[in-house]
């Protein structure tokens, strides 16, 4: 659990080195209670802060770097959201978190910031790359998938070959990817690791290196990874169940479920004949 003590007393002392620093060096607390740190790979929650110990790491890194960490915590405010003008579907504006305005766009489609770029369907039904001041890939595709994650998306290019890219629209390599009802048949990248149709009978586990981990012929339908592992659906006697792989290509359930859903919070309600329970993300039934 949280310590108030050391949040409070790390909170007082921030705002009078914000004051002499900068007003805003309290953007650090987010609602979720996360430090975001310039480098975007660190990340502390204060939850870990139960010790004096702790404390004093967490408050001479945030001295020392000072300048650098209120920068940082102005590009996480930076809260992107989009709506549709009453008058113009195809007229999108985008605000910040607190409410300002930061620019329009006209476009059929837009699947939301991840990885600080969002894919969006332009007027002539191409996919492009939106970045958080409004400027538009000049790369176009004919598909891309619904998000970035780990700064890369799966591609189909104009000359209808497929791969992945970077949040900049760069190839990154080239790989075989399959569609599905029309979709490029693929799951975002976890830890490094992405599932992809890679024939019509076959899907295979790859890394963020096109490099083929492990082939399955025996799943469909991959969904996203939550909490590391990826839904998917598994064909027994022609009949529809469920399981979940990390990204090592294991199953994490000896067992297939009738009914499953996405992990969150590290907890996945699953359904066996006429039970209905929860699994913790190593497939153990929690009461």
């Known amino acids: 659990m949280i310590s108030s003590f050391y949040l409070n007393l790390l909170y007082h002392i921030l705002n009078l080195f914000g004051k002499y620093y900068h007003k805003s060096f309290q953007l650090f607390f987010t609602n979720s209670k996360i430090l975001y740190f310039p480098d975007n790979s660190v990340i502390i929650r204060l939850m870990n802060i139960q010790n004096f110990r702790n404390f004093l790491i967490v408050l001479f890194f945030l001295i020392c770097n000072p300048i ?3 920068e940082k915590s102005k590009q996480v405010n930076k809260i992107i959201s989009f709506s549709t003008s009453p008058n113009d579907r195809y007229e999108f504006s985008f605000t910040e978190e607190n409410g300002n305005f930061l620019f329009k766009q006209e476009l ?6 991840y990885s600080d770029v969002a894919v969006v369907i332009l007027m002539n039904w191409d996919y492009a790359i939106l970045d958080r001041e409004g400027n538009i890939s000049t790369k176009t595709f004919l598909q891309l998938g619904q998000r970035f994650s780990e700064g890369k998306n799966f591609a189909k290019f104009q000359d209808s070959t497929t791969g992945v890219v970077d949040a900049q629209g760069n190839i990154l390599f080239k790989i075989d990817v399959k569609s599905t009802d ?9 830890a490094g690791r992405a599932i992809i149709k890679n024939s019509e009978t076959t899907y295979a586990l790859i890394d963020d290196k096109g490099n083929i981990i492990k082939i399955f012929n025996n799943i469909s339908y991959p969904r996203y990874f939550s909490c590391g592992l990826s839904l998917v659906q598994i064909k027994v006697n022609n009949k529809p169940q469920y399981n979940y792989l990390n990204t090592e290509g294991n199953f994490i359930s000896k067992i297939n479920f009738d009914e499953a859903h996405d ?6 309600l699953v359904k066996s004949g006429c039970e209905t329970f929860y699994i913790n993300t190593d497939g153990v039934w929690v009461k």
């Open 263 to 268: 992990f969150e919070n590290d907890y996945a």
């Open 108 to 113: 059929r489609k837009c699947y939301g910031f």
């Open 182 to 190: 029309g979709y490029l048949d693929a799951t975002d990248f976890y």
């Open 68 to 70: 650098n960490a209120i």
